[in-house]
């Protein structure tokens, strides 16, 4: 999805703090009821994340559409890393006004993983 970029804070497993690159709507996503956050605060003098690191990634399925996407979740403390699959959420679409009600549910996640480079 094209839009404005952030450039925010992702710790790792291992609890190091790495910046990491990624589109304004996946650090604001959230629920109607603004119980989900991804909590993150922008990067400053924090290293890029390294080569080989492969971002945690939760699923999620837009209600109206069935059409299934990711975000990367910045902390593994996170409720969004937390939460049951099928809590609802709000994921803006493209070319449509920000939701202003629960438009999708999470599914499944992915861990981070780490590839020697």
């Known amino acids: 999805m ?9 710790t790792a497993d291992d609890a190091t703090a790495y910046a990491a690159r990624l589109p304004q709507w996946e650090f604001d996503v959230t629920n109607a009821a603004a119980t989900l956050t991804q909590g993150g605060t922008a990067a400053t003098t924090q290293p890029g994340i390294p080569k080989g690191l492969r971002r945690r990634k939760r699923f999620y399925v837009v209600t109206a559409s069935g059409k299934e ?4 979740v910045l902390d593994s403390a996170s409720n969004l890393w937390t939460s049951a699959i099928g809590t ?7 070319e449509a006004a920000a939701p202003v009600a629960n438009n999708a549910t999470l ?10 480079i």
Do not use: C, D, N, Q
């Open 69 to 72: 996407g990711s975000f990367t």
């Open 88 to 94: 609802a959420l709000e994921i803006p679409l493209f």
């Open 2 to 10: 094209a839009g404005p970029s952030i450039k925010a804070v992702y």
């Open 107 to 116: 599914r499944g996640r992915t861990g981070e993983r780490t590839k020697a």
